[in-house]
Protein backbone atom coordinates (compact mmCIF):
# COMPACT_ATOMS: atom_id res chain seq x y z
CA UNK A 1 0.00 0.00 0.00
CA UNK A 2 1.72 3.43 -1.06
CA UNK A 3 0.52 6.56 0.93
CA UNK A 4 0.26 10.39 -0.95
CA UNK A 5 1.58 12.87 1.77
CA UNK A 6 -0.34 16.12 2.79
CA UNK A 7 1.42 19.33 3.47
CA UNK A 8 -0.32 22.73 4.53
CA UNK A 9 1.93 25.65 4.99
CA UNK A 10 0.30 28.85 6.95
CA UNK A 11 1.11 32.65 6.34
CA UNK A 12 -0.58 34.57 9.74
CA UNK A 13 -4.10 33.18 10.15
CA UNK A 14 -5.17 29.53 11.38
CA UNK A 15 -5.96 26.81 8.60
CA UNK A 16 -8.78 24.12 9.01
CA UNK A 17 -7.22 20.98 7.37
CA UNK A 18 -9.18 17.85 6.87
CA UNK A 19 -7.55 14.90 4.45
CA UNK A 20 -8.53 11.88 3.47
CA UNK A 21 -6.08 9.57 1.37
CA UNK A 22 -6.41 6.28 0.01
CA UNK A 23 -4.51 3.92 -2.70
CA UNK A 24 -3.38 0.55 -3.63
CA UNK A 25 -0.51 -1.32 -5.19
CA UNK A 26 -1.18 -3.46 -7.89
CA UNK A 27 1.11 -5.75 -9.94
CA UNK A 28 2.39 -5.74 -12.90
CA UNK A 29 3.18 -8.55 -15.22
CA UNK A 30 6.73 -8.93 -16.25
CA UNK A 31 7.62 -7.67 -19.77
CA UNK A 32 4.74 -5.65 -20.11
CA UNK A 33 5.15 -2.47 -18.96
CA UNK A 34 1.29 -1.09 -19.93
CA UNK A 35 -0.26 -4.12 -17.93
CA UNK A 36 -1.46 -2.14 -15.38
CA UNK A 37 -0.63 0.80 -13.25
CA UNK A 38 1.87 0.16 -10.15
CA UNK A 39 0.06 2.05 -8.16
CA UNK A 40 -3.69 3.96 -8.18
CA UNK A 41 -5.42 5.82 -5.37
CA UNK A 42 -7.49 8.96 -5.01
CA UNK A 43 -6.83 11.80 -2.16
CA UNK A 44 -9.01 14.61 -0.90
CA UNK A 45 -7.62 17.77 0.87
CA UNK A 46 -10.27 20.59 2.09
CA UNK A 47 -8.18 23.37 3.80
CA UNK A 48 -10.77 26.09 4.85
CA UNK A 49 -13.76 25.06 3.02
CA UNK A 50 -12.24 24.36 -0.15
CA UNK A 51 -11.50 21.32 -1.35
CA UNK A 52 -9.00 19.69 -4.28
CA UNK A 53 -10.27 15.83 -5.18
CA UNK A 54 -7.08 13.87 -6.98
CA UNK A 55 -7.38 10.32 -8.52
CA UNK A 56 -4.00 8.90 -10.09
CA UNK A 57 -2.56 6.18 -11.46
CA UNK A 58 0.65 5.29 -11.90
CA UNK A 59 2.78 4.18 -15.09
CA UNK A 60 6.23 5.52 -14.65
CA UNK A 61 4.44 8.74 -15.53
CA UNK A 62 1.81 9.91 -13.12
CA UNK A 63 -1.87 10.52 -14.19
CA UNK A 64 -3.76 12.90 -12.06
CA UNK A 65 -7.68 14.49 -12.31
CA UNK A 66 -8.61 17.05 -10.13
CA UNK A 67 -11.57 18.67 -9.17
CA UNK A 68 -11.72 21.84 -7.26
CA UNK A 69 -14.00 24.06 -5.82
CA UNK A 70 -15.51 25.88 -2.75
CA UNK A 71 -18.01 24.51 -0.38
CA UNK A 72 -19.41 27.87 0.19
CA UNK A 73 -20.47 27.95 -2.72
CA UNK A 74 -21.98 24.48 -3.96
CA UNK A 75 -23.61 25.97 -7.91
CA UNK A 76 -19.87 27.71 -8.10
CA UNK A 77 -17.47 26.48 -11.35
CA UNK A 78 -15.54 23.31 -10.30
CA UNK A 79 -12.13 23.14 -12.11
CA UNK A 80 -11.62 20.00 -13.29
CA UNK A 81 -8.09 19.28 -14.80
CA UNK A 82 -6.38 16.12 -16.21
CA UNK A 83 -2.23 15.96 -15.88
CA UNK A 84 0.51 13.77 -16.67
CA UNK A 85 3.64 14.53 -14.56
CA UNK A 86 6.92 13.18 -14.94
CA UNK A 87 9.03 11.82 -11.89
CA UNK A 88 9.75 15.31 -10.11
CA UNK A 89 7.76 17.11 -12.20
CA UNK A 90 5.06 19.64 -9.85
CA UNK A 91 2.12 21.69 -11.07
CA UNK A 92 0.31 24.40 -9.17
CA UNK A 93 -3.59 24.59 -9.15
CA UNK A 94 -5.49 27.29 -8.06
CA UNK A 95 -9.09 26.94 -6.67
CA UNK A 96 -11.06 29.95 -7.17
CA UNK A 97 -13.12 31.21 -4.16
CA UNK A 98 -16.45 32.39 -3.38
CA UNK A 99 -17.64 35.57 -2.58
CA UNK A 100 -14.35 37.61 -4.25
CA UNK A 101 -11.97 35.60 -1.72
CA UNK A 102 -8.67 34.98 -2.84
CA UNK A 103 -8.11 31.49 -4.33
CA UNK A 104 -6.18 28.84 -2.50
CA UNK A 105 -3.11 27.66 -4.46
CA UNK A 106 -2.20 23.63 -4.18
CA UNK A 107 0.84 22.15 -5.67
CA UNK A 108 0.79 18.17 -6.92
CA UNK A 109 4.04 16.57 -7.21
CA UNK A 110 5.28 13.12 -8.32
CA UNK A 111 7.06 11.90 -5.92
CA UNK A 112 8.59 8.29 -6.36
CA UNK A 113 5.53 7.21 -3.85
CA UNK A 114 3.05 8.72 -5.62
CA UNK A 115 1.42 12.41 -5.41
CA UNK A 116 2.24 15.21 -3.00
CA UNK A 117 0.05 17.52 -2.29
CA UNK A 118 0.89 21.03 -0.63
CA UNK A 119 -1.41 24.28 0.07
CA UNK A 120 0.39 27.71 -0.02
CA UNK A 121 -1.06 30.68 1.70
CA UNK A 122 -3.88 29.84 3.45
Known amino acids: MQKASIYVRSSGSSAQ ?4 VSSQTGESITGFASAGPR ?5 TV ?11 AEH ?9 FDRADPDGT ?8 N ?5 VIAVQRAHGRPPITFTIIHTG ?10
Open 113 to 122: DGPKITVDDV
Open 87 to 91: PGERK
Open 46 to 56: TVNGVSLEATY
Open 60 to 68: GNLSVVVQG
Open 39 to 43: SHGAS
Open 17 to 20: VTSS
Open 78 to 85: RLHEKLLL
